[in-house]
């Protein structure tokens, strides 16, 4: 069945530095891609989304990159900040399921002072 | 404007009983989804319902249910409590199918 992963599911970088979380999906009918942001004791966030016919879109301080050919979706966080030390989840609509939404396992970004 | 709200948040139940949790969506979303999250499992869709209806249903048994009422308001129930319903419960509305999703808070349920 369709499928969405992490690569990571830790990554730790040094405040200042940029961060890049990568997720991939396995179905080409994916249409909307977007990326949440969940901090502890709290419920996802929306960060920013991106949908097929583009393959880059900016936010402040977010770009998400999609990749159709080789099904893959990136988050680059310039200037990480410890607040933004969170649990990074990539959720992808697919369309032949009903327009449901499938979520990767979840990537755990710590930013180190 | 005020966000996806929940409640209870926090809920302690023992095997056996059931539970009914609410979800008041963003105003002007008529679309509420519901999840499951654990840390085994991460985040799996329950259901989503639009304008009264299931429109989608995930891979869960019966014992989850769920309906809308009129104002886009929504309620999920577990029946016959098991240990591994122990679970944080978020739900998400959005505006229609294919929108952006927003979050609540999730209700926190225990299980003993």
């Known amino acids: 069945g369709e499928s969405v992963g992490l690569h990571l599911p830790t990554l730790s970088v040094q405040e200042g530095d940029n961060s890049i979380i990568n997720c991939a999906y396995s179905n080409s009918a994916s249409d909307y891609f977007i990326w949440y942001k969940q901090e502890s004791g709290k419920g996802p966030q929306f960060i920013i989304d991106?949908?097929?016919?583009?393959d880059k879109r900016q936010g402040q301080r977010v770009t998400v990159l999609l990749n159709k050919t080789v099904k893959h979706l990136s988050l680059q966080i310039a200037a990480t900040q410890p607040g933004d030390s969170a649990v990074y989840f990539c959720?992808?609509?697919?369309?032949?399921?009903?327009?449901?939404?499938?979520f990767g396992q979840g990537t755990e970004l710590s930013v180190k002072p | 404007k005020a966000g996806v709200t929940q409640t209870p948040r926090y809920l302690i139940k023992t095997r056996g009983q059931q539970v009914t949790l609410s979800c008041s969506p963003i105003s002007g979303h008529r679309s509420v989804s519901w999840y499951q999250q654990t840390p085994g499992q991460g985040l799996q869709f329950l259901f989503e319902y639009f304008s009264e209806t299931q429109r989608n249903k995930g891979n869960f048994p019966g014992r989850f249910s769920g309906r809308q009422f009129s104002n886009s308001r929504s309620e999920m129930n577990v029946s016959t409590l098991e240990l591994g319903d122990s679970a944080l419960y978020l739900c998400a509305s959005s505006r229609g199918q294919t929108e952006t999703q927003y979050f609540g808070p999730g209700t926190r349920l225990l299980v003993l």
């Open positions: 959720a992808v609509i697919f369309y032949n399921q009903g327009g449901k939404l499938i």
């Open positions: 991106i949908r097929s016919n583009m």
